[in-house]
């Protein structure tokens, strides 16, 4: 059993999951079977979706079916020759208050019933507990852990380590950091039936960030009850590998049909905004009319169409290095969501440390939520700790950026460079070029064909935080560097005035001279000839710096 990680982009990662029964492909969906009502099959499953995995419970297996099933073996039993997962019904016990079985029993069976990937036997921390009560989920959960080792008989199986603590996220530390002690193959969050209901998506942002920093990273993590595709992006972006649903199911029988951006009540349709080979054949209104039964059913699979292609995309995503970008589109999808993705900003440092750093493809910008990406982070940290400055530099010019990258070699600054070169001979080595540029603030001269500065695309106006940051990230250079003079060519109308502000305010605190320059147009020859002139009377020797 082993876990390989083949491509990555921010936590999400497409890997390889061996299991007794084959090899499986993350992140993963297991559709939840339920034994008793099946509104797909795992036959169909199999045939129609090219389904690798579901997943299956083992104590409302071994109520109903006992034997047969330890006879016949889970995958006959089903009829699914993929990986079958059990969840131990630890969720079921606690809502129906059965205590017809123990830890060691539910390990037993599913050991018995030839189960791939099994679930220990946790107490789930519900929604609103206190926190004593929540604590001994968290302790009792780990004390049954503790116990599988002598519990179990096979190597075979994969075994899951759920992970407690609810929206106590002390607790959901500690349990993380208690349960990656122990040798499990996957390890799972189980997340309060009300975050999904209720779109708790920033309290599941703590939580799962909390869990994925104190677990072993090279292993997969199952997100217990993430049934819907809308947060696929948001779940995947931050870890998760591993989806069960039952959403599709339970969905259908409440007629209500899912897509990217939420769910929709079936009788509310006028046209299906999908292709799958449900809603090709039929519309909302012949679908209506349908017998019950047949008409659950074909939500069912509709749902579950839905389900496995935003899948594809999120891994297609991830593939290209654009996942960011796809998080930023379903975030806007609905407002729970995007205040979620309001959250990633608290995990920024975290987010960069694990993500890669080479990219396939250029980056989007879309607004200040963009700030928080692990690119934009990086570039800060390396300009404010690990840059300096060309030795010999003295003269810092700040040049606006341009609709053109890399920024040197657009007309506006070659304009502008050349004339330097003309008109300062031998002093050049001391001028130092930068460009103030959003996303990224600063950008030196000879870094702006480094990825991703110049690869990039971002969209005007822009917003008063990018304008804020930029700000603030040029102030903290100039704060931090030793330029004898600073000259700023001012585009006024980008940046509302802000970047004047900052350079002003740290200027003044470093006693550094300061010149600005700016006009309704910047790039023209007026206003150019004068920002020249500055440079030129900034280098001679009263100036006491050449
Ligand atoms: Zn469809």
Redesign the pocket.
């Given at each position: 059993m082993s876990f390989e990680i083949r491509d990555r982009d921010l936590l999400g990662r497409i890997g390889r999951f061996e299991t007794k029964s084959g090899v499986v492909e993350t992140p993963l969906l297991l559709p939840v079977i339920n034994p008793n009502v099946q509104s797909v099959s795992p036959k169909t499953l199999q045939k129609e979706f090219n389904c690798r995995a579901l997943i299956t419970n083992a104590y409302i297996i071994k109520k109903n079916f006992k034997d047969v099933a330890v006879e016949k073996r889970i995958h006959s039993f089903l009829d699914f020759s993929g990986v079958v997962m059990t969840d131990s019904g630890a969720y079921q016990i606690l809502v129906y208050g059965d205590v017809d079985t123990n830890p060691e029993e539910i390990v037993r069976y599913q050991e018995k019933i030839d189960t791939d990937i099994a679930t220990i036997l946790d107490v789930p921390t519900e929604w609103g507990v206190s926190k004593r009560y929540a604590r001994h989920t968290v302790n009792e959960t780990l004390s049954r852990a503790r116990k599988l080792a002598g519990m179990k008989t096979r190597d075979d199986t994969a075994w899951v380590g759920p992970v407690q603590g609810g929206q106590h996220l002390d607790l959901v530390a500690k349990s993380a950091r208690e349960m990656g002690k122990l040798p499990f193959q996957i390890y799972a969050l189980g997340s309060p039936v009300p975050v999904m209901e209720q779109y708790l998506f920033d309290i599941l942002v703590d939580m799962i960030m909390t869990a994925k920093m104190n677990l072993p990273q090279d292993h997969p993590l199952h997100l217990f009850g993430a049934g819907h595709p809308f947060m696929f992006a948001l779940a995947v972006a931050l870890g998760c590998d591993f989806f069960d649903s039952a959403a599709y199911a339970i969905y259908a029988r409440e007629d209500r049909y899912m897509t990217n951006y939420g769910t929709t009540k079936l009788s509310e349709l006028k046209f299906?905004p999908?292709?799958?080979p449900?809603?090709i054949k039929t519309d909302p209104d012949s679908l209506m009319a349908t017998p019950k039964i047949e008409r659950h059913e074909m939500l069912a699979r509709?749902n579950l169409?839905?389900s496995f292609s935003e899948l594809r995309r999120i891994k297609q995503a991830i593939f290209e290095g654009r996942l960011w970008e796809h998080l930023e589109l379903r975030g806007h999808g609905h407002p729970k969501l995007l205040q979620a993705l309001k959250k990633l900003d608290k995990y920024k440092e975290y987010l960069e440390k694990q993500s890669s750093v080479t990219k396939k493809s250029g980056l989007f910008f879309f607004s200040y939520l963009g700030l928080a990406r692990p690119e934009v982070f990086r570039h800060r940290i390396r300009i404010l700790k690990r840059y300096s400055p060309p030795r010999k530099a003295k003269v810092l010019i700040l040049l606006p950026q341009t609709r053109t990258k890399p920024f040197h070699k657009s007309r506006e600054h070659q304009k502008v460079l050349k004339e330097i070169k003309k008109r300062t001979f031998e002093n050049e080595e001391k001028i130092h070029v930068c460009t103030y540029a959003a996303p990224f603030g600063i950008i030196p001269i000879e870094l702006d064909e480094v990825y991703p500065l110049s690869q990039n695309e971002i969209a005007t106006p822009l917003d008063a935080e990018t304008i804020a940051y930029v700000e603030k990230q040029v102030a903290d250079y100039i704060e931090i560097t030793s330029y004898k003079k600073i000259i700023l060519l001012q585009d006024e109308e980008t940046w509302k005035g802000k970047i004047l502000k900052g350079c002003r305010r740290a200027c003044r605190k470093k006693k550094t001279p300061f010149t600005v320059l700016s006009g309704r147009q910047i790039w023209d020859e007026n206003t150019l000839k004068d920002f020249l002139s500055a440079i030129q009377d900034n280098l001679g020797p009263q100036h006491g710096m050449i």
């Open positions: 299906f999908c292709s799958c449900v809603c509709h169409h839905v």
